[in-house]
């Protein structure tokens, strides 16, 4: 009877919509989005999340390119490091630099004693910059590696970034605000009367800072209070700055994210739509799409002037074959594997293999793809069985040291609905 209904829903959906509704949705994390940043030409995005992994995102097309998996921890911050990829900060306390998409950082920056929260590179690119629990900030040089300590805080820094000429700004948990000079004398402490979040300062100088009491503060290069603007009543979580210096994009922990207009000190919008409250906020160079990570594992687009969540417009990798298979609950649960696996061996490998023949395959079998060593070296055969098995209790338990990020599906009936649909499609 049920199954009756749901045939006739499909069939009716299918009639008044024929194509396929695509998301603009970035989909792979198992946890929150902690950080995220795009590329300088706009065409790639980096994310960090509590699942402990990073990934690159090609932004064209949704999909996502590469898993990375080498942070212990938690992912707190992600930059793009000009010339030559991404950086990430993360609870273990190092900073990893990713060049491409190769799967090996190509560099490691190691230093802090607690995680690192916040991550900045100098506008020229030469210097990186790193917040951490460990009540410092490290400047790094990207030439020679040679470090710089700035040690004044008393507890957690949550906030990093460089000013114009070099000098370098930093939020604590303790209320203040640090101005450290570029030639190295004492810093200005400004403090002020809630914990400290993040920090932007802006190509002229201008200062912003997230606080815990729900209010965006701005300052001049020197420290000279200029103004403040009530976002809400939570703390702000989140912030970020276009590439031109014009808007700030400031998120609470209750889920209101604001678009603040600069020059006027106003607020020109506010976010409406899902994925609410967000973790954190990227600007794409252009200025008009604002990329969140949120609680829902997703990253969401969003127009940077109108605050209107951006609908669907790129199909979403799969989405195409999924369409085929409309009012199936295999498919539909698929939706959340489709970023990552492709069906058939035209449309490849992605982020992970191609699950052609997947059933009655020996686990990190197809050809030309990467495999992680801990997949390697294990002895499994994928069959309907042990493909349920992996997401009743999670790749990290039963493929410990695999790169595929943590996800479940709770449901049993779910599970069989997707191997019985997989044993149907990967033939
Ligand atoms: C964000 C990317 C991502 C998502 C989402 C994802 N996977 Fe994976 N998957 C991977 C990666 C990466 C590997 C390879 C793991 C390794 O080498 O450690 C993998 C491996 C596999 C394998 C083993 C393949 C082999 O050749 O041994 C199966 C089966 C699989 N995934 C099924 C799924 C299913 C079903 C879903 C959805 C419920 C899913 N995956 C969601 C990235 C993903």
Same mark, same amino acid.
């Given at each position: 009877?049920?199954?009756?209904?749901?045939?006739?829903?499909?069939?009716?959906?299918?009639?008044?919509?024929? $194509?396929?509704? =695509?998301?603009?949705?970035?989909? %792979? /994390?198992? !946890? #929150? +989005?902690?950080?995220? *940043?795009? &590329?300088?030409? @706009?065409?790639?995005?980096?994310?960090?999340?509590?699942?402990?992994?990073?990934?690159?995102?090609?932004?064209?097309?949704?999909?996502?390119?590469?898993?990375?998996?080498?942070?212990?921890?938690?992912?707190?911050?992600?930059?793009?490091?000009?010339?030559?990829?991404?950086?990430?900060?993360?609870?273990?306390?190092?900073?990893?630099?990713?060049?491409?998409? $190769?799967?090996? =950082?190509?560099?490691?920056?190691? %230093? /802090?004693? !607690? #995680? +690192?929260?916040?991550? *900045?590179? &100098?506008?020229? @690119?030469?210097?990186?910059?790193?917040?951490?629990?460990?009540?410092?900030?490290?400047?790094?040089?990207?030439?020679?590696?040679?470090?710089?300590?700035?040690?004044?805080?008393?507890?957690?820094?949550?906030?990093?970034?460089?000013?114009?000429?070099?000098?370098?700004?930093?939020?604590?948990?303790?209320?203040?605000?640090?101005?450290?000079?570029?030639?190295?004398?004492?810093?200005?402490?400004?403090?002020?009367?809630?914990?400290?979040?993040? +920090?932007?300062?802006?190509?002229?100088?201008?200062?912003?800072?997230?606080?815990?009491?729900?209010?965006?503060?701005?300052?001049?290069?020197?420290?000279?209070?200029?103004?403040?603007?009530?976002?809400?009543?939570?703390?702000?979580?989140?912030?970020?700055?276009?590439?031109?210096?014009?808007?700030?994009?400031?998120?609470?922990?209750?889920?209101?994210?604001?678009?603040?207009?600069?020059?006027?000190?106003?607020?020109?919008?506010?976010?409406?739509?899902?994925?609410?409250?967000?973790?954190?906020?990227?600007?794409?160079?252009?200025?008009?799409?604002?990329?969140?990570?949120?609680?829902?594992?997703?990253?969401?687009?969003?127009?940077?002037?109108?605050?209107?969540?951006?609908?669907?417009?790129?199909?979403?990798?799969?989405?195409?074959?999924?369409?085929?298979?409309?009012?199936?609950?295999?498919?539909?649960?698929?939706?959340?594997?489709?970023?990552?696996?492709?069906?058939?061996?035209?449309?490849?490998?992605?982020?992970?293999?191609?699950?052609?023949?997947?059933?009655?395959?020996?686990?990190?079998?197809?050809?030309?793809?990467?495999?992680?060593?801990?997949?390697?070296?294990?002895?499994?055969?994928?069959?309907?069985?042990?493909?349920?098995?992996?997401?009743?209790?999670?790749?990290?338990?039963?493929?410990?040291?695999?790169?595929?990020?943590?996800?479940?599906?709770?449901?049993?009936?779910?599970?069989?609905?997707?191997?019985?649909?997989?044993?149907?499609?990967?033939?």
């Amino acid at each position: 009877m049920r199954r009756t209904a749901c045939a006739t829903l499909a069939a009716v959906l299918f009639l008044a919509a024929p $194509a396929p509704a =695509p998301a603009q949705e970035l989909r %792979g /994390h198992g !946890g #929150p +989005v902690r950080a995220v *940043a795009a &590329s300088p030409d @706009g065409r790639f995005a980096m994310t960090g999340s509590f699942d402990q992994s990073a990934i690159l995102w090609r932004l064209e097309s949704g999909a996502a390119d590469k898993v990375l998996r080498f942070h212990q921890g938690a992912i707190n911050a992600v930059a793009s490091v000009n010339g030559l990829g991404f950086a990430t900060g993360a609870e273990d306390g190092r900073i990893a630099l990713w060049q491409g998409d $190769a799967a090996e =950082p190509a560099r490691v920056l190691e %230093g /802090h004693k !607690g #995680p +690192v929260s916040a991550i *900045a590179v &100098s506008s020229e @690119g030469g210097h990186l910059a790193s917040a951490s629990w460990d009540e410092t900030v490290r400047v790094v040089s990207l030439a020679d590696g040679t470090a710089r300590v700035l040690e004044g805080h008393k507890g957690p820094v949550n906030g990093v970034a460089f000013a114009p000429g070099g000098a370098v700004v930093s939020s604590g948990y303790d209320a203040t605000l640090r101005i450290w000079p570029a030639d190295g004398g004492a810093a200005r402490i400004v403090t002020l009367p809630a914990a400290l979040n993040g +920090v932007v300062v802006a190509p002229d100088g201008e200062i912003a800072v997230a606080a815990a009491d729900g209010i965006l503060r701005l300052f001049g290069p020197d420290g000279a209070a200029r103004a403040e603007i009530a976002i809400g009543q939570t703390p702000l979580i989140a912030l970020a700055l276009s590439t031109d210096g014009a808007t700030i994009a400031a998120g609470g922990l209750r889920g209101q994210v604001a678009l603040i207009d600069r020059r006027t000190r106003t607020i020109r919008a506010t976010l409406v739509g899902p994925g609410l409250p967000v973790w954190s906020l990227a600007f794409l160079p252009d200025g008009r799409t604002l990329l969140s990570g949120g609680a829902d594992r997703l990253v969401r687009r969003w127009n940077a002037v109108t605050g209107e969540h951006i609908g669907p417009v790129v199909p979403r990798a799969g989405e195409d074959v999924l369409a085929a298979f409309q009012g199936e609950r295999g498919a539909q649960v698929f939706r959340a594997c489709a970023a990552c696996h492709t069906l058939t061996p035209a449309d490849g490998n992605r982020a992970g293999p191609t699950l052609h023949g997947i059933l009655g395959r020996r686990i990190a079998s197809a050809p030309g793809y990467a495999y992680s060593d801990a997949f390697r070296t294990m002895d499994i055969v994928w069959s309907k069985e042990t493909v349920a098995k992996l997401f009743e209790v999670g790749p990290n338990a039963y493929t410990p040291g695999t790169k595929m990020p943590e996800q479940r599906i709770g449901s049993a009936e779910d599970r069989q609905a997707l191997v019985d649909w997989l044993e149907k499609v990967t033939r």
